[in-house]
């Protein structure tokens, strides 16, 4: 049965709801691509990634996300000039969401660690990027689900269409453009970024 979640970053300074959670919302998964894990060291909440250096993400319809608190807080960063739209919480560096940079994709990846309680997000049924995750004991070197990943959002996405939700969301406006300028990563900042990945 589908429910609302409550989600929020670290200090609680930003906070809202995922709506209508249940089988299909969503796609519960582990990416363990270096640019997540960049993205996890710059805002400097490594320590929160899951063993071999994974980001654990829930892929929804943007429309689906409501924020309740700290609007005024949401800051966005790209690793590089063609980069996704990396979200986090400007007040204590909490990542938030994963987006690419149209409102015309609907599909927001966010961090698992947002939630309090993950049991309604059902179990990890996906694990991308496994080549370049860090070894470790208990970590996938096979990626898995990634047709059941892209058949879910290819569905999701047509639902949204077909129902006008597609460009609703909190991080485009209703002209598309990001409601907060996304900030490029330099070359040192991206080096660094990465070195540590």
């Known amino acids: 049965m589908a429910q609302d979640v409550a989600f929020a970053c670290t ?14 919302a969503g796609c519960h998964l582990v990416c363990y691509c270096a640019d997540c894990r960049a993205f996890a060291h710059h805002l400097g909440v490594a320590d929160r990634l899951q063993p071999g250096g994974g980001s654990a993400l829930f892929q929804v319809l943007p ?23 990396r979200w986090y919480a400007a007040c204590c560096n909490t990542p938030l969401a994963n987006t690419v940079g149209t409102s015309r994709v609907p599909l927001a ?19 991308g990027f496994t ?28 639902v949204a269409y077909v129902a006008g939700t597609a460009r609703q969301g909190p991080f485009f406006d209703a002209n598309g ?21």
């Open 11 to 24: 200090c609680g300074g930003v906070a809202g709801l995922l709506h209508g959670v249940g089988p299909g």
């Open 131 to 158: 080549r370049a995750a860090r070894p470790g004991p208990g970590v996938p070197t096979r990626d898995k689900g990634l047709v059941r990943m892209f058949g879910g959002l290819l569905r999701r996405s047509l």
């Open 177 to 197: 453009a990001p409601v907060v300028a996304p900030v490029v990563l330099n070359g040192a900042e991206r080096k660094a970024a990465y070195s540590t990945g």
């Open 63 to 85: 429309a689906r996300l409501e924020i309740t608190r700290g609007g005024d807080r949401l800051a966005c960063l790209r690793l590089s000039p063609r980069g996704l739209h």
């Open 109 to 127: 990846g966010m961090w698992r660690g947002l939630f309090a309680d993950i049991a309604p997000l059902g179990p990890v049924t996906t694990h």
